[in-house]
């Protein structure tokens, strides 16, 4: 078994191998929603390479971060479903 | 911020800026490679990159920093999630590569309905697909190739039918397929949709042209622009040929030239096999500006980018029209406008470094 990195999303703590994605990270917690749409909708990764920006989450306090461009680091703090 | 230099700059490290760099380096000249990614390999090569390449490929690689614009002509101005960077370079090969095409069809902003090679990326990335129900629609390659990825990692994929709409409550349960005159429900956990790639075009109308030589390079000299939307052998033998004439080498260019033409006429060939009608049927409650919530309905009322932009927002938001632009010309046939920079969303401290060169 690989060392697992550990990450808390939304205050839960995840376990996931290295080289997992932030975004791969959030979908393993259960969570579809990484953020609001201007009216509101429930929004998740589309295009998974850095392009369509709707897999902005909150990384440690930085809010629009590309979570399917982040690789995790341990100790990272993850909050999605933020509003515009 | 920080400042480098480099005798060959290449933008995007995915197989046609790997190869790009790999001849521009075999003389010596120090190149750069810098990509929007965690690491090099692109789309294409996100496992890893294969022989020869990996063998050949000896340039320096700052990854996770995205360009943004140019401060003025021979300097690259980036940023990552620290810092500004600035990049001098004698040489620039621009392989910003392609994205996929994306259409708008009721439902299809529902969280886990994503592009087919964005499923892949996210799986690769780390996400679990075993035993989940993954639809796939829409055409291209790339279905298939996605198809058989996701299959070998256990997922139950499912394929058939032109896709109508998505449903569910929260995020996507759904895919309403259509088959002739049957209709038909497909539950899925997944919906993944592809209708062909769109080259990434930003950064070589920004800094060079779309058009280039037999050397690959733009209307700019010493600007190249390698690979794009033709495969990956195609992308090789464009970077590799932008690369020696990067540093002068047109003999070892000039031996890349049947390559290139062999591999063009492959690229033809699985357009040829892939043709057809993209299918694509918005409601008038379609969102089709996933960045600023724009209906078809809101965007019909307009004759023009311009004015559906002024008065709606419709591309102006972080994505910048990449995703709703090719959806747009498609539906309404207009084609986006020019390209300014910055071309990524980017904070205001990287934008100072224009003012401290001013000043």
Not at chain 2, 60 to 84: Q, Y
Not at chain 2, 120 to 146: F, H, N, Y
């Amino acid at each position: 078994m690989p060392v697992q990195i550990q990450i808390r999303v939304n205050g839960r703590t995840v376990r996931v191998p290295p080289g997992t994605t932030v975004a791969a990270a959030v979908m393993r917690t259960g969570e579809s929603a990484f953020r609001r749409s201007v009216t509101g909708e429930p929004r998740g990764p589309l295009c998974g390479m850095g392009i369509c920006f709707e897999c902005r989450v909150t990384l440690d306090g930085v809010p629009h971060t590309r979570s399917c461009q982040t690789l995790c680091v341990g100790g990272m703090e993850v909050q999605t479903d933020a509003q515009p | 911020m920080r400042s480098r230099e480099a005798n060959v700059a290449v933008v995007g490290a995915g197989p046609a800026g790997i190869a790009a760099a790999s001849a521009a380096g075999e003389s010596g000249l120090a190149v750069l490679v810098l990509d929007d990614n965690p690491a090099a390999g692109g789309q294409i090569w996100r496992g890893g990159i294969p022989e020869p390449w990996r063998e050949r490929f000896h340039a320096e690689v700052i990854a996770n920093t995205r360009v943004v614009g140019a401060i003025e002509p021979g300097v690259l101005l980036a940023e990552s999630a620290e810092d500004a960077l600035t990049v001098r370079y004698r040489k620039l090969i621009l392989a910003p590569g392609a994205r996929e095409r994306l259409l708008p069809f009721p439902g299809w902003t529902l969280p886990n309905v994503m592009a087919a090679g964005g499923l892949q990326a996210l799986v690769k990335g780390g996400l679990p697909i075993e035993d989940k129900r993954v639809v796939l629609a829409g055409t291209g390659p790339l279905l298939l190739a996605v198809g058989m990825h996701l299959l070998k990692r256990g997922a139950r994929v499912y394929r058939g039918g032109r896709i109508e709409a998505a449903e569910g409550i929260g995020q996507v349960q759904a895919a309403i397929l259509r088959r002739g005159h049957r209709l038909w429900r497909e539950p899925c956990d997944y919906l993944a949709v592809s209708f062909g790639l769109v080259a990434n075009t930003e950064l070589p109308l920004l800094l060079g042209s779309v058009e280039v030589d037999e050397w690959q390079q733009t209307a700019v000299p010493g600007v190249y622009y390698a690979g794009h939307t033709g495969g990956v052998g195609l992308a090789l033998a464009e970077g590799e040929i932008a690369g020696y004439a990067s540093a002068g080498r047109l003999a070892d260019a000039r031996r890349r030239f049947d390559g290139r033409r062999r591999a063009r006429w492959f690229q033809t060939a699985v357009e040829w096999l892939f043709r057809g009608e993209l299918p694509c049927k918005p409601c008038p409650d379609t969102i089709v500006c996933r960045c600023e919530d724009v209906s078809f309905g809101a965007l019909s009322k307009y004759k023009s980018w311009r004015s559906a932009k002024l008065e709606t927002r419709c591309g102006m938001g972080p994505c910048q029209g990449r995703i709703c632009g090719p959806a747009v010309e498609h539906l309404l046939g207009w084609k986006s406008e020019s390209v300014r920079p910055p071309v990524f969303p980017a904070r205001v401290e990287t934008l100072a470094a224009i003012h401290w060169k001013d000043s």
